[in-house]
């Protein structure tokens, strides 16, 4: 079979506790959001798009997971 096993795709829950200058600045940008596309969304729905362009844009979690050492350090022993 050409396609390979469908991944995991049960959602996973999180509760996440913020402090207030940074749930101010997620509502900002939510209304930013709202702003630039013209169609409002919440915060909680926006929230993992963002942590997901987080990880992506970021070079030395991306080197490090294509190197396969993912969620391990290296070991100086």
Same mark, same amino acid.
């Given at each position: %079979? +050409? @396609?390979? +096993? @469908?991944?995991?795709?049960?959602? /996973? +829950? %999180?509760?996440? /506790? @913020? /402090?207030?200058?940074?749930? +101010?600045?997620? &509502?900002?940008?939510?209304? $930013?959001y709202?702003?630039?596309?013209? *169609? =409002?969304?919440? /915060?909680?729905?926006?929230?993992? $798009? %963002?942590l997901?362009? $987080?990880l992506?844009?970021?070079?030395? $979690?991306? =080197?490090? *997971?294509?190197?396969?050492?993912?969620?391990?350090?290296? &070991? &100086? *022993?």
């Open positions: %079979m +050409k @396609l390979a +096993k @469908l991944p995991d795709r049960t959602p /996973v +829950k %999180m509760n996440v /506790v @913020l /402090v207030p200058s940074l749930a +101010k600045r997620l &509502s900002e940008y939510a209304d $930013f709202a702003e630039t596309y013209g *169609s =409002r969304e919440e /915060v909680p729905e926006l929230i993992p $798009f %963002m997901e362009a $987080f992506e844009a970021d070079p030395d $979690f991306r =080197r490090n *997971s294509r190197l396969g050492r993912r969620g391990s350090k290296a &070991s &100086s *022993s």
